[in-house]
């Protein structure tokens, strides 16, 4: 077995700890944390058939489509720690029809939405609530825009543990609350917006004892990643040419990158595919940090229909940025009404997502008009929710009701309005002529 360690993320630090000590930051230099490992490496060929062979398993390790690639995440000394609900195993759908609307010949999403709770967080949540059970945690928590609290009440629940979710009070979709209450977290909405509420939560962790589940957490890190070996062992270990993922707190671009450090290092694939990350312009800080330069600076008020990602001061930026200059990758911002639209398109290739997962392909429209992505490029989208995460945004949209933060009307460009008619064949018969 390999040997794991926490380790500073800043180089220039350097600073390693113990993989059960609880820490979420750099106690020397206040950097985030990385888990690292040392050991003999794997024959790649090995490892690709074991990763195959896993799929005709009926063992729980192996029909998660997350511990199926555990020999690129070996931190936990004993599996007896894993609670699983048979997560990851999402597909990659094919999607002409987004693909002439994002102005590319081919175009596949890789659709998280099909995890348990209907996001990419049950990836990462799997190996955080494994990390907290070793660590003899009893009470778990974190600060959400809706998806990591609905992820993290189900696995707590899952687990036997306490989970306590603090979330911006009016700010998330009613799918998202409604899950946390449905999985029996205490759920308290908090009169301050993620950010605040992220600081306030930090604060408190000591305080109340508890074990903090947001990506900060470098073992939700872990997790997340096999977002990306999944894709690739679903394209035979061949690499795309990009892979376009929306931008909010910068966990999973964070994720996304080490994931594809590592299956380089490992031999798995031979080429790095550039990540192009996506945010929404009114919580777009991390956007205007690598288009400007200079200091990182957050966004006092972000704002955004996409709630998923109405983040303005994203933890990880350190870590994405990183990653998406070492994979060649870009950074792009869209608009409400451009989310909006993209989304519709998403919906009408029978695929259908949450807004801050259509980010994405509004961000590949925009890629491909500026000559940043080639038409004939590969390009792997992530779609990070289930597209009954936010089905009131989808009324509205297509009942030309939507209104962007600022009090702007969304054209509802791919509109499709419910039709209400009497209970009269011959007018029914009339109208659908
Ligand atoms: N897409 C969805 C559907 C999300 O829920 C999130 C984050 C993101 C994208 C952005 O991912 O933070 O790793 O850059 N949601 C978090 C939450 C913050 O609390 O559920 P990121």
């Known amino acids: 077995m390999a040997q794991a360690e926490l380790s500073c993320f800043d180089e220039r630090c350097g600073a390693r700890y113990g993989i059960t000590e609880v820490l979420y930051n750099c106690t020397k230099c206040g950097g985030l944390l990385e888990v690292r490992y040392c050991g003999d490496g794997y024959d790649p060929a090995a490892l690709r058939r074991l990763f195959r062979e896993r799929r005709m398993s009926q ?3 192996d029909a998660s489509g997350v511990w199926r690639y555990r020999e690129l995440f070996p931190f936990l000394d004993d599996y007896k720690h894993v609670v699983t609900l048979r997560e ?10 987004a693909a002439e609307y994002g102005r590319l010949d081919r175009l596949a999403f890789k659709h998280q939405g099909f995890n348990p709770t209907g996001s990419f967080k049950d990836n990462g949540m799997t190996c955080g609530v494994a990390q907290a059970r070793r660590l003899g945690m009893r009470r778990v928590a974190c600060v959400s825009t809706g998806n990591t609290s609905a992820s993290m009440a189900a696995y707590a629940a899952a687990a ?28 308290l909405e908090v009169e301050a917006n993620f950010d605040q509420i992220l600081a306030l939560v930090r604060a408190l962790a000591a305080r109340l004892g508890i074990y903090l589940l947001n990506s900060v957490n470098p073992f939700r890190i872990e997790g997340q990643k096999s977002i990306i070996l999944e894709m690739l062992d679903q394209r035979d270990w061949r690499a795309p040419d990009w892979i376009v993922l929306p931008g909010g707190n910068l966990g999973n671009t964070s994720a996304f990158g080490k994931a594809l450090r590592e299956a380089r290092e490992a031999g798995l694939i031979d080429s790095m595919p550039r990540l192009a990350v996506v945010q929404a312009e009114g919580a777009a800080p991390f956007y205007e ?3 400007r330069g200079g200091e990182f600076q957050a966004v006092e008020k972000p704002a955004t229909l996409a709630t998923a990602i109405r983040i303005g001061d994203p933890v990880s930026w350190p870590k994405a940025l990183h990653e998406i200059r070492s994979t ?7 608009s409400e009404q451009e989310i909006a639209d993209a989304k519709a ?6 695929i259908g997502c949450e807004p801050a997962s259509a980010a994405t392909l509004a961000g590949i ?19 990070t929710g289930n597209l009954l995460k936010d089905p009131d945004y989808i ?25 209400v008619v009497p209970n009269d064949p011959d007018r029914i018969a009339e109208l659908l002529r």
Do not use: C, W
Not at 329 to 334: A, C, S
């Open 365 to 383: 429209r925009k890629l491909t008009a500026r000559g940043v992505m080639d038409r004939g490029a590969d390009v792997v989208a992530v779609l």
């Open 289 to 291: 940090f690598v288009a």
């Open 160 to 187: 036997g543990l306490e989970a306590l979710i603090f979330l911006p009070h009016g700010q998330i979709s009613f799918g998202k609350l409604a899950q946390a209450l449905e999985y029996g977290a205490r759920t």
């Open 328 to 334: 060649g990758g870009t950074v792009e911002k869209v």
């Open 345 to 350: 398109q998403i919906g009408r290739s029978g």
């Open 395 to 419: 009324y509205r949209y297509h009942t030309g009701e939507l209104e962007a933060p600022d009090g702007t009307k969304i054209r509802s460009s791919f509109g499709n309005r419910p039709v």
């Open 59 to 61: 063992a729980s390790l």
């Open 88 to 97: 990851g195993n999402t597909p990659l759908l094919e999607a002409p029809r």
